[in-house]
């Protein structure tokens, strides 16, 4: 895939004519992104859409998103003032790999791109705390290392921890509830009276994910991100759900250079199906009146985990 850089654009000023400017595919042979420069020097991607979307990104210092009509149909003009060419370039180029190689929606592509720029921007403040993170972690280890392998990309549509659902994966015959720690015992403390009852005629696992928290730990939530978004691979649609549902837990991506980013290393994963007699409240428990809520602590280090393989087996084709 061709790079938009410095040479590109001076060649572009170079065949500019009054009136006029031509433009020049960003990827060879492909029209949906177009590079010009014009009379001005402003600088311009064109992202082709089918339609106009309803509305357009807010404008960033220079950097500006319009709707305009080409010979080929509609485009979404983002264009920069030429003294912002280094950071241009870096956009475009995240346009371009979102729409030609990830094959995303191009109005949602443009206007994640620049949500990300705009978050690179701005002062970066840490918006996730020590416990947010630590369970935020576990959900992502599972959801890249476990549901991913398993069932492909389609398993980003099944992450509903951000959206504050009873369990943090759900699927039509299994649902998956994910709980970390960095204590040295197996110990995970349960938030709400009935995240330990699976749903009538469903399935309920329970991961149990040990971290150590290290200043040389080898993993960050930024690294699990990346894992997966790597392996979502070129569907557009899985990493446009997985994106959204990070921004809903006050991610972005700022938040990769703010020393409150904690380290960790992976001690261990377990998996166990919560039925018999996994220690839990008893599904037709009702709590005294006037009792707002309730918490407590299980301890799962002696009970034996799944096998991997009955895992994937539970998981391949329930969820």
Known sequence: M????????????????????PTEPAVAGSNACLMAVD???????????????????????????????????????????SHHQAIFSTLANQI??????????????????????????????PELGVSEQIGLFGELWVLGNVLIPTLGSRASLLWSGPHRERHDFVGERVHIEVKSTTSSEERHEITRLDQLRAPPGKRLLLASVMLERSIGGADTLATMIDVVISRLGSDGRAIDAFEDALSKVGWHDGL????????????????????????????????????????????????????????????????
């Not at 064109?46 to 357009?56: D, K, N, Q, S």
């Not at 210092?61 to 009509?69: F, K, P, T, Y």
Request: glycine share 6%; net charge negative; aromatic share 6%.
């Open 256 to 319: 990769r250079q703010t020393a409150s980013l904690l380290r960790f290393n992976l001690r261990d994963v377990h998996f166990f199906e919560v039925a018999r007699d996994f220690p839990r409240l008893p599904d037709d428990y009702v709590p005294p009146r006037g009792v707002a809520g309730i918490r407590y602590a299980i301890d799962v280090a002696a009970l034996p985990g799944l096998p991997a393989e009955q895992v994937t087996t539970l998981l391949d084709g329930a969820l």
């Open 39 to 81: 009379a001005d020097s402003r600088l311009h991607l064109l992202v082709r859409v089918a339609v106009a979307p309803p509305t357009l990104p807010p404008d960033l210092q220079s950097i500006v998103v319009r709707v305009v009509e080409g010979d080929a149909g509609l485009y979404l003009d983002v264009s920069a003032r």
């Open 96 to 125: 371009v790999e979102a729409v030609e190689v990830q094959r995303r929606d191009p109005a949602t592509a443009v206007d994640r791109c620049l949500d990300d720029l705009r978050a690179a921007l701005r002062p970066v403040a």
């Open 2 to 21: 061709g790079e938009v850089d410095a040479a590109r654009w001076d060649r572009l000023r170079s065949l500019r004519s009054p009136g006029a400017y």
